[in-house]
């Protein structure tokens, strides 16, 4: 049940305006400045502090302040800290909070694109792909299967969404990202890669494909895997851009993967140079 004396704690708190805001509104908050996101979980939370991330305040379902998270708010004095009860952060989420624990915490400012490619031997081009649950689970594939770098299209949903930030289990804070310049398609960011020296592997259907495991591709010294969105797939403009398209061969007459699935193939097929 919704408790409106403890929920009426929260009156003139950021969290109030934080949890009634859309993810874009919270990423253009502070303009000129970067923005905040919410992480959810002690997990998530723990690995971007971790990795330098800046906490802003913390909101935590009482059930939860024991332990490891009274630790985690106690060695992050400078951010507030608010306590309530489960019903409450429920309602003003509205939805229930499985973990019981936020934190607003600033964004950093995104590298360029050759910056996350300086060297590295394999990156991940993602092209608008717009669910945060698939790019969630692409990043922690990327992360996890030998990728050093991602790099999104601008028609992506943003990875530090907090969904995909929480099925990503945190690794949006591990790997190096950046968005490709505003375009409809990834094709110029592909020739760019070209021009830095990298083989680039479409994963499409086309009957032309390699198979996911050709030694020109897993050979190539410097490699981008190039996936892209969830109905349509990649561009035609970006297949075209690459040098190669690739197939993962699949049996009972089933034609596709889902993108986040086939990300995990492709990756540990194409980026064991990285992860062996």
Request: proline fraction near 5%.
């Amino acid at each position: 049940m919704y408790d409106r004396q403890a929920a009426s704690l929260l009156e003139g708190t950021p969290w109030r305006e934080w949890l009634s805001c859309n993810e874009g509104q919270l990423l253009h908050i502070f303009e000129p400045e970067c923005g905040i996101f919410i992480a959810e979980s002690k997990n998530v939370i723990e690995r971007a502090l971790a990795l330098g991330y800046e906490p802003i305040s913390f909101l935590i379902a009482r059930g939860q302040m024991q332990g490891d998270v009274q630790q985690m708010t106690a060695q992050h004095p400078e951010a507030s800290l608010y306590v309530v009860e489960e019903a409450v952060m429920d309602a003003l989420a509205g939805c229930h909070i499985a973990r019981g624990v936020l934190c607003a915490m600033r964004r950093k400012e995104i590298p360029a694109p050759e910056t996350v490619c300086a060297g590295a031997s394999r990156i991940a081009v993602i092209e608008n792909v717009v669910n945060p649950t698939n790019l969630g689970a692409i990043f922690r594939s990327a992360a996890a299967l030998g990728a050093e770098g991602v790099l999104i299209s601008s028609g992506c949903t943003d990875p530090l969404y907090r969904r995909a930030v929480r099925v990503s289990m945190g690794t949006v804070f591990q790997i190096p990202w950046s968005i490709l310049p505003e375009a409809p398609d990834a094709s110029a960011g592909i020739r760019r890669l070209q021009a830095q020296g990298f083989v680039c592997a479409a994963m499409a259907l086309r009957q032309d494909s390699c198979a996911v495991d050709d030694p020109r591709i897993t050979g190539a010294e410097k490699l981008a895997v190039v996936l892209g969105n969830e109905g349509d797939g990649l561009t035609d403009a970006t297949i075209r851009a690459c040098d190669y398209t690739v197939m993962i061969p699949m049996m009972r007459g089933v034609d596709s993967l889902n993108v986040a699935a086939a990300s995990a193939v492709a990756f540990w097929a194409m980026c064991r140079k990285t992860a062996q």
